[in-house]
T-cell receptor
Framework: RKEVEQDPGPFNVPEGATVAFNCTYS??????FFWYRQDCRKEPKLLMS?????NEDGRFTAQLNRASQYISLLIRDSKLSDSATYLC????????????WGAGTKLIIKP | EAQVTQNPRYLITVTGKKLTVTCSQN?????MSWYRQDPGLGLRQIYY???????DKGDVPEGYKVSRKEKRNFPLILESPSPNQTSLYFC?????????????FGPGTRLTVT
């Protein structure tokens, strides 16, 4: 089983819709969680950190479920510009330097 | 402008011909690392460096070398490239390693080894 797993998609979603996807992790001692966004053939860029209590940044909401070992990303009122691959990143408790990356979920917003 | 640069952006080479991919950052970051990205797999760390003259292996170091003689530069060296090293490579830097710190990535180098 992969340490960090994501549904690769693609998720085809109409503009304006709400979309959510999850990322599961296998190490229950993981301590830090992030969502990065990667546009086609470009470098990943930090979208948001994921805090234990959940956090929101505009149309984006990230949540952590430690009991079930997954994090989620919800995008409201989706825009065409939200089309990208969303990468989940986890940091193990026993390592301060290692980042474990998911393979990403591809999202396509259609007009 | 704060950035991480990589060169070349695209490279096609033949098996066994030594190559170097350069990486440079202008943010005075201590921590730098190299990743490769392959379809269906997450970013996998090749090597990382905590500071000048301090480097260590990541998850997939075989076939690669690095050096950190200056804080800003972290070149990736393939002494004898093989076709299984065909991949998209990213250099990244941050103020410190790991948890809770944003990684800044270079634009990527697409390498093809024939």
């Amino acid at each position: 089983r992969k340490e960090v797993e994501q549904d690769p998609g693609p998720f085809n979603v109409p503009e304006g819709a709400t979309v959510a996807f999850n990322c599961t992790y296998s190490n229950s001692a993981s301590q830090s969680f992030f969502w990065y966004r990667q546009d086609c053939r470009k470098e990943p860029k930090l979208l948001m950190s994921v805090y234990s209590s959940g956090n929101e940044d505009g149309r984006f909401t990230a949540q952590l479920n430690r009991a079930s070992q997954y994090i989620s990303l919800l995008i409201r009122d989706s825009k065409l510009s939200d089309s990208a691959t969303y990468l989940c990143v986890v940091t193990p408790m026993d390592s301060n330097y290692q980042l474990i990356w998911g393979a990403g979920t591809k999202l396509i917003i259609k007009p | 402008e704060a950035q991480v640069t990589q060169n070349p952006r695209y490279l096609i080479t033949v098996t066994g011909k030594k190559l170097t991919v350069t990486c440079s950052q202008n943010m005075n970051h201590e921590y730098m690392s190299w990743y490769r990205q392959d379809p269906g797999l997450g970013l996998r760390q090749i090597y990382y460096s905590m500071n000048v003259e301090v480097t260590d292996k990541g998850d997939v170091p075989e076939g690669y070398k690095v050096s950190r003689k200056e804080k800003r530069n972290f070149p990736l060296i393939l002494e004898s490239p093989s076709p299984n090293q065909t991949s998209l490579y990213f250099c990244a830097s941050s103020t410190q390693p790991g948890a809770g710190v944003e990684q800044y990535f270079g634009p990527g180098t697409r390498l093809t080894v024939t």
